[in-house]
């Protein structure tokens, strides 16, 4: 009996045995006392000393690291921004779906998105003022017959999001869509609710396609002249007298005589303009025509959208040349502002550098609404066929001209929502396993949260515990220790830093 109780006798006698050791230990390292000369341990300069070189090591690695990667916010948006792309495409692949191609307007759409959600502070479809995606997608000049969204906030590696959009049905979908054939990808950091955060706009689509018809004309057979018999030389004719040059227009149509639009909301305009004038119109060189505000002529429209050649003008022509007695259509976007009201906006027609041109001027009345606030879908799809715009009439310029480009402006698909159904909630997932980045971050964060609680309360032992025995040396030797703590906790260096690891997807 005795035999079977001397284990249990020596677990116990160890374990006091430690007990006392490890509180004879914590005595002299925090607890001021006779024994240590009322100075622990744990405070001593060597002790600190080890403190600062431990604090400034694991600051200076992460820090470094961070900028060995990711240099500049930038360099992490265009390393991010192809990631995404490849893993998009990559998860297509698997499913037996074609990649999508990266384009350029989206890709401006995707960052006007992003910077406004900085800027408005919100992380939404829907801005606070009502802005919905597809404002972004037209307000860039992506006409589009099927399109969606997908954000992403709270990230440091592309592959931590993808894994998130792909277990989300609602993203899923968006990434596996067949339907689209281009994507956009804007990634920015900023503030939103006072902290710095990452922000992943993507947008897919799929173009509008516009049919043109061409008419076929067969090229007649040619016919043998005949030489024709040799004819005195008629005597010349007196030349007729030059014709002054002049630029005057008159109002042919317009797509519509009057507007009833939403705030923020972006829609397509053209008016056309007969040439009554003597001079040929071009939309290039010195006195190229061009569609400025009127009433007073250089002022900023409040119906201005990013569109426009410039604050006061909406557009030049669109035919590269318009011969007198022709029509010149002049298509542009305007954009209500958000303020509801009744507003009238003149235009008018000059030739650049020359003059305005008489005749040439236009007054549109518009009146802006309240748009009602509802849900946004995350995908959009054109019903039906979209009505083409009048032809506009073209005319070849002379021989040995050089042609510019013109971009005509297409009508906006009429789009009606895919499913009924409202958009997804905001989902916040929490810490996501497998981010090295944000793992680290994280981890040196709270290293050094940890051990600035530590030493503030060692420090306080130390005061409180002998308050008439006290050791300035060391108080003043471990104040500046916890200041530089606290500097590694408040200050740093690169912009992931300062991310949370709490990815949230909408």
Known sequence: MEESRQPHKRILHGIKH?????KRHAWRLFIPHQGNNHQPHALRPRALRVYSIGLILVKVFVSGFLF??????????SITASQILSLTNASRAENGIASLSLNSTLNRAA??????????NYFAHTSPQGVKPWDFLKR???SYSAAG????MDFTEAETVHTAFMNSPSHRENILNGKYTEMGIAVVSGKIDGRE???LVEFFGKPYQQAAAVAQQAKPTPTPTPTPATQPKPAPAPKPAAQPVTYTAK?????????AIKTNEIIPVWVEFTNTGTATWTNSGEHFIALNVANPPGRESVFRNDAWKAPYRPGIMDQTQVRPGQNARFSFTLQAPAQAGTYEEDFGLVAENLTWIAGGSVN???????EQKQETPTTVEVVGQATPPPPVEQTPPPANTAQQPTNLAVPPANIAVEQPSPAPETQVLGEQSGDFVGLLVEISNKFFVVFLIFIIIALLLNILIRIRIQHPHLIFQTSLVIILAASAVLYKPHFLESVTRVLTIT
């Open 18 to 22: 430690v007990h006392h050791h490890v």
């Open 68 to 77: 060995l990667v990711y240099p500049s916010s930038g360099e992490f948006a």
């Open 111 to 120: 960052s006007l998105k992003a910077q406004d959600m900085i800027a408005n």
């Open 140 to 142: 860039a000049g992506y």
């Open 149 to 152: 969204e997908n954000l992403a």
């Open 197 to 199: 955060t990452t922000l």
């Open 251 to 259: 109002l042919a149509s317009q797509s519509a005589a009057s507007l």
């Open 364 to 370: 549109i009345p518009i009146t802006v609404v309240e």
